[in-house]
C-alpha cells in the first residue's frame, strides 16, 4: 500500500533554533518527493522538489534530504523564526500518473 | 509561478443550500485543476481532477452529483456542492500544475454548513 508517514506529528522549538523533520514513505513506482508548507487556514506552498537521484536541495533556510534507498526524506529548518508555524506536508508523486500520496504533516510552533 | 485564487474565501450556508466555489488560475492557462478537500487536523484529499472542456474525473467515494465541477476555461474551474450537509464543511482547495511539475494551491475556501 502506498504510503506516507511523517513524524513528529507536532513539535514545538523557541525561536533562533534549528529542527528537523521526517518523512518515510513505501510508494512504488516513485517519481518525485515534495515538501510542502501550510499555514492554518491557508492553502499550501511548495517548499521543494526532489527526483530520485537528488539527495539534497535547499530553500533558503530549509534543506530537503532524500534517500532513495531508505526511502527516507527530512525538512530541515535553520535559525528558526516566528513565521516558520506552520503545518508541513511530505507528499510523494507516483511514477505512473500525476497521483500524489500525502502525509499527514507536522505541525510546527516556534515560540519566541 | 502560477497563481491562483479562490472565491469565496470563506462562506456559510444552511442545510440543503448550493454553494458555488471559484477557482481561478491568474496567469496561467490551466487545462487540468485539481480540487481538494481538507478536514481539521488532517492532511488534503484529493476529491477530483477537473479537465478543461470535458468531464472531471472523480476519486474514489467522492458523489459527482453532489460535487458537480465545470472547467469551462483554461482559467476557471467551479465546484458547486449540492444540497450542502453539516458534513460537508470543510476547506476546499484548488490546485494547478506548473509546467515545471510544481503544484500551485488556491488559498482555500472554508464552508460552513449549518
Known amino acids: 500500500k502506498n504510503q506516507v508517514e511523517q513524524s513528529p506529528q507536532s513539535l514545538i522549538i523557541l525561536e533562533g533554533k534549528n529542527c528537523t523533520l521526517q518523512?518515510?514513505?513505501?510508494?512504488?513506482?516513485?517519481?518525485?518527493l515534495r515538501w510542502y508548507k501550510q499555514d492554518t487556514g491557508r492553502g499550501p506552498v511548495s517548499l521543494t522538489i526532489m527526483t530520485f537521484s537528488e539527495n539534497t536541495k535547499s530553500n533558503g533556510r530549509y534543506t530537503a534530504t532524500l534517500d532513495a534507498d531508505t526511502k527516507q526524506s527530512s525538512l530541515h529548518i535553520t535559525a528558526s523564526q516566528l513565521s516558520d508555524s506552520a503545518s508541513y506536508i511530505c507528499v510523494v508523486r507516483l511514477g505512473s500518473n500525476y497521483q500524489l500520496i500525502w502525509g499527514a504533516g507536522t505541525k510546527l510552533i516556534i515560540k519566541p | 509561478g502560477a497563481v491562483v485564487s479562490q472565491h469565496p474565501s470563506w462562506v456559510i450556508c444552511k442545510s440543503g443550500t448550493s454553494v458555488k466555489i471559484e477557482c481561478r488560475s491568474l496567469?496561467?492557462?490551466?487545462?487540468?485543476m485539481f480540487w481538494y478537500r481538507q478536514f481539521p487536523k488532517q492532511s488534503l484529499m484529493l476529491m477530483a481532477t477537473?479537465?478543461?472542456?470535458?468531464?472531471?474525473?472523480?476519486e474514489q467515494g467522492v458523489e459527482k452529483d453532489k460535487f458537480l465541477i465545470n472547467h469551462a476555461s483554461l482559467t476557471l474551474s467551479t465546484l458547486t456542492v449540492t444540497s450542502a450537509h453539516p458534513e460537508d464543511s470543510s476547506f476546499y482547495i484548488c490546485?494547478?500544475?506548473?509546467?515545471?511539475?510544481?503544484?500551485?494551491f488556491g488559498p482555500g475556501t472554508r464552508l460552513t454548513v449549518l
Open positions: 496567469d496561467f492557462q490551466a487545462t487540468t
Open positions: 477537473s479537465n478543461e472542456g470535458s468531464k472531471a474525473t472523480y
Open positions: 490546485s494547478v500544475v506548473g509546467s515545471t511539475d510544481t503544484q500551485y
Open positions: 518523512c518515510n514513505y513505501t510508494v512504488s513506482p516513485f517519481s518525485n
